[in-house]
């Protein structure tokens, strides 16, 4: 009897002690669980917070496709970039920047993936005054990568950063958003006023995307010392001008015509091999 009561006594203490076992394994195990969760969530807001780097990383470089999933992403229709301070002729350079035809180039650590270039000229008309013009053009090119999607699709979202990006600088007046036709895949001129200590600014940035390129074009004049302020549509036009050159010449480094007339986007035929680099960065730094 007595043996009995002490393996009653004995079971009921085994019992308890496997019901605190598996309390303390299930309370261990919470934490874990929040932890996954909270890094999944951080990581979520990370991609939609980070859209810009998210861009540029493409541009540099990431996660190569897997070759049995990229036959479902469109290939990209350009493979390089041509030489930023070439894109544009002597004749446009003269016309746009008459005292600095000669072009600076801006570092890249990927000169098939980014590539940039500008001008200034200093007009200077003595005592009447001096007319001022900067002139910068930036090209940025994708590649069609599994995680990211076509080069075309991730062009085109940069393309609308871009022209969001100009229309938000800070102390822009009579900002005017110009939507281009017939030039590349798809184009907008965005012009305001910034007024500086120097003078009156005129800004032109125009944006376009051809296939899987963005090319942002800046630039901005000055009267300054009492010259005369240039007129607003004639510097858009030399800017509109300009960027169908720069268009022009990212397809002639592939071997297509120079023309920087509309483009249809590859996107719309049947879908080929992704290239296996994924490919933008960031726009042009507004100066002047």
């Known amino acids: 009897m007595q043996r009995a009561a002490q393996r009653d006594d004995r079971a009921r203490r085994e019992m308890r002690g496997k019901r605190l076992s598996r309390v303390l394994v299930c309370a261990a195990a919470v934490p874990a669980v929040l932890i996954t969760a909270a890094c999944s969530s951080g990581s979520g807001d990370s991609k939609d917070k980070g859209t810009g780097s998210s861009a540029q990383q493409s541009a ?73 013009r900067w002139l910068n053009v930036s090209l940025l090119r994708f590649d069609s990568d599994t995680t990211r999607g076509s080069g075309e699709a991730q062009a085109h979202t940069y393309f609308g950063q871009q022209v969001k990006d100009a229309e938000g600088v800070d102390g822009a007046k009579n900002t005017k958003n110009i939507p281009l036709s017939g030039t590349g895949s798809e184009a907008t001129a965005v012009r305001y006023d910034l007024q500086k200590k120097e003078g009156l600014f005129k800004q032109q940035t125009v944006v376009a995307r051809v296939e899987n390129v963005v090319v942002t074009l800046d630039f901005n004049g000055a009267g300054l010392a009492g010259e005369k302020t240039p007129d607003a549509d004639d510097l858009t036009n030399s800017a509109e001008q300009a960027i169908k050159e720069a268009i022009g010449a990212v397809s002639s480094a592939n071997g297509g015509s120079s023309s920087g007339g509309s483009s249809s986007d590859s996107s719309a035929s049947p879908s080929k091999s992704a290239s296996s680099s994924p490919s933008p960065s960031k726009s042009a730094t507004k100066k002047g």
């Open 60 to 132: 540099s470089g990431g996660t190569k496709p897997s070759g049995s999933a990229s036959s479902s992403v469109q290939a990209a229709a350009y493979k390089k970039l041509p030489d930023a301070c070439s894109v544009l002729s002597n004749k446009t350079l003269t016309d746009l920047v008459p005292q600095g035809t000669s072009g600076k180039k801006g570092s890249s650590d990927d000169p098939s993936s980014r590539a940039s270039c500008s001008w200034n000229s200093l007009d200077n008309n003595g005592v009447k005054g001096s007319q001022f």
